[in-house]
C-alpha cells in the first residue's frame, strides 16, 4: 500500500506532512506565469485595437476626401458600363419618387372618398332623424288636437245630460212638493245638494281633462317650433 495518495491539482500528499512544498511552489510559479502572459496578451490587444480605431477614422478622412469615381483612367468600355449603371441608378431613384408620389395621392384620394362617403351617411342620417321626429311630432299634435276636441265636445255632451237630469229632477221635486208639501221637503233639499255635488264633480273633472287637453297641445307645438 501506498504511502502518499495524489490529488486532483497532481499534488502527492505525504504522511502526517500534508502537500510537498516543493510540488507546490513550482505549481504557483507555472500559474503566475500564465497569469503574467495573459496580462501581456491583453496589453497588447489593447495597443492593437486602438491603433486599428486610429487607423479606421484615418481612413475615413481620407475616403471622405476623395472626388467621385469617374474611371477616366480606366478604358472606354469601363467608363460606358459605369455611365449606364449611374444612369440607370438615376432612373430607379426617379421611378422610385414617382411610385411614391402616385402611392401618396391615391392614399390622399382614398381617405377624401372615405371622408365624403361618411359625411354623405352622416347627412343621410341626420335628415332620416329630423324628418322621423317631424313625423312624430305632427302625430302628437294630431292626437292631442283630437283629444282637446273630444274632450270639449264629451264635456259639453256632460253638462247637457247633467242639466237634463237636473231639470228633470227638479220637476219631479216640484210635482212631490207640490202633491205633499211637508214630507218631502227634506228630499228635495238633500236631491238639490246631491245635484250640486254631481255638478261641482263634473266641473272639476271637466277642467281637469281641459288643462290635460291643453297642455298635449302646448307640449305638441313647442316640439314643432
Do not use: I, N
Amino acid at each position: 500500500m501506498s504511502s502518499a495518495s495524489a490529488t486532483p491539482y497532481g499534488f502527492k500528499a505525504a504522511r502526517g506532512h500534508g502537500y510537498r512544498p516543493g510540488q507546490v511552489d513550482a505549481c504557483l510559479a507555472a500559474l503566475s506565469r500564465d497569469r503574467d502572459e495573459a496580462w501581456e496578451r491583453v496589453a497588447r490587444l489593447t495597443v492593437l485595437a486602438r491603433d486599428m480605431a486610429a487607423e479606421s477614422a484615418r481612413m475615413r478622412e481620407r475616403a471622405a476626401r476623395l472626388e467621385p469615381q469617374t474611371y477616366d483612367s480606366l478604358g472606354e468600355p469601363a467608363r460606358t458600363v459605369f455611365r449606364l449603371v449611374r444612369e440607370e441608378a438615376v432612373r430607379l431613384r426617379e421611378r422610385a419618387r414617382d411610385e411614391a408620389r402616385e402611392r401618396v395621392a391615391a392614399a390622399e384620394e382614398h381617405a377624401r372618398g372615405v371622408r365624403r362617403t361618411a359625411r354623405e351617411a352622416a347627412e343621410t342620417l341626420c335628415a332620416e332623424a329630423v324628418e322621423t321626429a317631424r313625423q312624430r311630432m305632427l302625430a302628437a299634435h294630431t292626437e292631442a288636437e283630437a283629444l282637446r276636441v273630444g274632450t270639449r265636445h264629451e264635456v259639453r255632451e256632460l253638462r247637457r245630460t247633467a242639466l237634463d237630469g237636473l231639470r228633470e229632477t227638479r220637476h219631479r221635486a216640484d210635482a212631490l212638493l207640490a202633491a205633499q208639501p211637508g214630507e218631502h221637503a227634506a228630499r228635495r233639499s238633500a236631491a238639490e245638494h246631491e245635484l250640486t255635488e254631481r255638478a261641482a264633480t263634473l266641473e272639476a273633472s271637466t277642467a281637469e281633462r281641459q288643462v290635460r287637453a291643453e297642455a298635449a297641445l302646448a307640449a305638441a307645438k313647442r316640439a314643432l317650433a
